[in-house]
């Protein structure tokens, strides 16, 4: 969950400099100005100026056209080559240049510098001689890595001006969600609106700016909303692979996948839904790691290649090496693991990477003392006490009778679970390190010297 506030006011008209007229910049830039805002366009491309300036839209996008023109007709649509005349005032300006690839697979900030550059001239001429100028609000709408915006963006305009962010200028971020052939109704209907800044000012601007969407603008830390967009247009090209895999694979028996997807998009409790899109530990149990493999064995069977699938299991397998490297760091060898099921509020072993933690560090040779609230060795049975018993065969000289049990003399605790008894354990008896692979602990382990998570 973002860790977030909203704005939501009723807003007035801002004068707007919107830097790049392709793609992004022109349905920007038209929507805005179809709801009253003065924007300004600015490209260093003269024909596309040319033609936003004439009315006529320099890219091909449904009821885009029509935008242009009555903006344009109306004069709250502007477009022009120099940045110093759409900044002159103005409030925001929006940076929505490309930020196509480099040859080594990185982000080239080159477009996003230059108009950085343009936005720093403009800035150092003050209205009026010792007068200062007023404040402006610098929002990255391109897309680009973390730390952007405050690693590079911010110095660079620190640099230009000779002052420091939050007297004349404030930077933010705010991701574009526009699908190319959808883009005007999907500006005007986004899933959400996200404003990365640490300025009450500019946030306050951007509300204004924005205050005819539907839905309150949603106020995040910087980074996260330059995430937010990687984060989205990953899962959106996984989703796009993942369907296709499994096509291939479902033709070779005659099954027509578009119908499996239907079915499939229909369950919004468990497919289509926050559900298991929660950072923490490794998948386990005994139903998604036996039906992935059964999946990959059919494609190896039928001679289909399955490389987003098999690279689950291996992205699996990392998740817990990486928290067995975390525990291998330390000096401390007394080891406390809270949970062991793959799942809290189960006894079910099967296939639970909390039994795989505990199996390599015991053979490690970490001293190693285990609680789990709801197992109970002379309770398993059948292949929940096969499994078990190959993997860790002295179970019970592992368990404690209580987390404060397990907990003593730990140095590190790896907690699987949040049960109510490990989280006062956590507080009553703290070791010196925590790993909390929940992230369900609460604020009060979290405030815990040596708390770490797994992704947060």
Same mark, same amino acid.
């Given at each position: ?135 402006? =609000?610098? +929002?990255?709408?391109?897309?680009? @890595? *973390?730390? /952007? &915006?405050? !690693?590079?963006?911010?110095?660079? %305009?620190? $640099? ?21 052939? =959808?883009? +005007?109704?999907?500006?005007?209907? @986004? *899933?959400? /609106? &996200?404003? !990365?800044?640490?300025?009450?000012? %500019?946030? $306050? ?252």
């Amino acid at each position: 969950m973002l860790s977030c506030f909203l704005h939501q006011r009723a807003g007035g008209f801002v004068k707007v400099a919107v830097f790049g007229l392709g793609y992004v910049g022109t349905v920007t830039s038209a929507c805005l100005a179809s709801r009253g805002h003065d924007v300004w366009g600015i490209d260093v491309d003269g024909t596309k100026v040319d033609m936003v300036a004439a009315g006529k839209s320099p890219v091909v996008e449904p009821g885009l056209g029509e935008l242009v023109a009555h903006a344009a007709a109306r004069g709250s649509l502007h477009a022009t080559t120099s940045a110093r005349e759409a900044m002159e005032g103005a409030a925001v300006s929006l940076v929505c240049v490309g930020t196509p690839s480099s040859p080594t697979g990185g982000t080239d900030l080159g477009f996003v510098l230059r108009a950085v550059d343009d936005i720093g001239d403009a800035l150092r001429r003050a209205p009026s001689a010792g007068a200062s100028p007023p404040f402006h =609000s610098v +929002v990255v709408r391109s897309t680009v @890595p *973390p730390g /952007t &915006v405050q !690693g590079v963006v911010a110095p660079a %305009l620190e $640099d230009k001006l000779g002052v420091e962010e939050g007297f004349v200028f404030g930077t933010a971020m705010c991701p574009e969600f526009l699908r190319e052939g =959808s883009g +005007v109704a999907d500006f005007f209907d @986004p *899933p959400f /609106t &996200v404003v !990365g800044t640490r300025h009450t000012r %500019l946030a $306050d601007t951007l509300v204004e700016l924005f205050h005819f969407l539907p839905d309150p603008v949603r106020i995040v830390g910087t980074s996260s909303a330059e995430a937010l967009k990687y984060a989205c247009n990953a899962f959106h090209a996984n989703k796009v692979a993942f369907t296709n895999e499994l096509a291939r694979l479902f033709r070779v028996f005659g099954i027509d996948s578009r119908e499996v997807m239907e079915l499939f998009c229909q369950d919004e409790h468990l497919n289509i839904s926050s559900t298991y899109l929660r950072p923490g530990f490794a998948f386990g149990g005994p139903c998604l790691p036996k039906d992935l493999r059964s999946l990959l064995h059919l494609g190896r069977m039928h001679s289909v290649d399955m490389p987003l699938l098999s690279g689950i299991i291996s992205s699996n397998d990392r998740v817990v090496s990486d928290v067995i490297d975390r525990v291998a760091t330390e000096e401390g060898r007394n080891v406390a693991l809270l949970g062991l099921s793959f799942k809290a509020s189960s006894d079910d072993l099967r296939e639970s990477p909390n039994v795989e933690v505990a199996e390599t560090l015991v053979g490690k040779g970490f001293t190693v003392r285990i609680y789990d609230p709801v197992v109970n060795p002379s309770h398993l049975v059948g292949a929940n006490l096969q499994f078990i018993e190959s993997k860790l065969p002295h179970l019970r000289r592992f368990l404690a009778d209580s987390a404060t049990e397990a907990l003593a003399d730990a140095d590190v605790a790896i907690a699987f679970s949040s049960d109510p008894a490990i989280v006062d354990g956590l507080l009553t008896t703290p070791p010196r390190r925590i790993l909390d692979l929940s992230g369900r602990l609460g604020a009060s382990v979290e405030a815990l010297a040596g708390y770490e998570g797994m992704g947060w």
